[in-house]
């Protein structure tokens, strides 16, 4: 049973890692779609390619920790990005033309930096503005792996909607949702440190709420080997090449 005070604690961390997110409007040249388990990311692109936000999709991932068959669930028998592309197809008209798939990615800086090399090996031009979708929360993340592994394009964040309370659907539990929010901050952290991502500032009322539910045992989702509280970054970080 999660309490109001954790759930409040939680809502804390949503604000904060959702904070990026806005409709996107029409003229975008791209619609980058990060692989996961949530197939409601594939729903939400189609609605975004059909409402003329842009003209090509784009689909990344292989499969990850749950997609791969990691003991809660079974694997899926194909890559994410396949998997997104026929469930954005249930939901749209959406033609051959307008899709590519790059199924090698198994991180979120390869989801950029692979996306970006396919751009390039099949002749289309560099994109100028983009918007990236995948689950709601992945917004701070997303935005600041984006800044150093495809720092081109003027990037925006869309996503499903439905908030936090709505978050939790079927299979998708806000236990689980509070442990992927606590592994996500201390994400933050430890890539920038590591120069996977941009550096993205933390308020401390935001780590305050972390350290509250890492103390209540929503730590499932962390990073093995790294503290808690990770260090911060120092100097500038490095972006991959294409």
Same mark, same amino acid.
């Given at each position: 049973? +999660?309490?109001?005070?954790?759930?409040?604690?939680?809502? $804390?961390?949503?604000?904060?890692?959702?904070? *990026?997110?806005? &409709?996107?409007?029409?003229?975008?040249?791209?619609?980058?779609?990060?692989?996961? @388990?949530?197939?409601? !990311?594939?729903?939400?692109?189609? %609605?975004?390619?059909?409402?003329? !936000?842009?003209?090509?999709?784009?689909?990344?991932?292989?499969?990850?920790?749950?997609?791969?068959?990691?003991?809660?669930?079974?694997?899926?028998? #194909?890559?994410?990005?396949?998997?997104?592309?026929?469930?954005? %197809?249930?939901?749209?008209?959406?033609?051959?033309?307008?899709?590519?798939?790059?199924? %090698?990615?198994?991180?979120?800086?390869?989801?950029?930096?692979?996306?970006? $090399?396919?751009?390039?090996?099949?002749?289309?031009?560099? *994109?100028?503005?983009?918007?990236?979708?995948?689950? &709601?929360?992945?917004?701070?993340?997303?935005?600041?792996?984006?800044?150093? @592994? /495809?720092?081109? &394009?003027? /990037?925006?964040?869309?996503?499903?909607?439905?908030?936090?309370?709505?978050?939790?659907?079927?299979?998708?539990? @806000?236990?689980?949702? +509070? #442990?992927?929010?606590?592994?996500?901050?201390? $994400?933050?952290?430890?890539?920038?440190?590591?120069? /996977?991502?941009? &550096?993205?500032? +933390?308020?401390?009322?935001?780590?305050?709420?972390? #350290?509250?539910?890492?103390?209540?045992? @929503?730590?499932?989702?962390?990073?093995?080997?790294? *503290?808690?509280?990770?260090? *911060?970054?120092?100097?500038?970080?490095?972006?991959?090449?294409?």
């Amino acid at each position: 049973m +999660i309490t109001a005070e954790t759930h409040a604690l939680a809502r $804390r961390l949503w604000d904060f890692h959702t904070r *990026p997110a806005a &409709p996107a409007r029409t003229g975008h040249d791209l619609i980058l779609v990060l692989g996961s @388990h949530d197939l409601r !990311v594939a729903a939400h692109a189609a %609605r975004l390619w059909q409402d003329g !936000v842009a003209p090509l999709l784009v689909f990344s991932g292989d499969r990850g920790r749950r997609t791969g068959g990691d003991g809660t669930a079974q694997r899926w028998p #194909d890559s994410e990005a396949a998997t997104f592309a026929r469930a954005a %197809r249930r939901s749209a008209p959406i033609p051959d033309s307008a899709v590519l798939l790059e199924t %090698r990615a198994t991180n979120t800086a390869e989801n950029f930096a692979l996306a970006r $090399r396919l751009i390039a090996e099949t002749g289309r031009s560099a *994109p100028r503005s983009a918007v990236v979708t995948a689950k &709601p929360y992945m917004a701070q993340r997303a935005l600041a792996t984006a800044a150093l @592994h /495809w720092p081109g &394009p003027r /990037w925006s964040f869309d996503c499903f909607g439905g908030g936090y309370q709505g978050y939790a659907e079927g299979e998708h539990t @806000h236990a689980e949702l +509070i #442990d992927f929010l606590v592994g996500d901050l201390q $994400r933050l952290a430890v890539y920038a440190r590591r120069g /996977w991502s941009a &550096p993205v500032d +933390i308020p401390d009322d935001v780590w305050q709420a972390y #350290d509250r539910l890492c103390a209540r045992g @929503h730590t499932r989702h962390l990073i093995p080997g790294e *503290p808690l509280r990770p260090a *911060p970054a120092h100097g500038r970080a490095r972006p991959a090449q294409p």
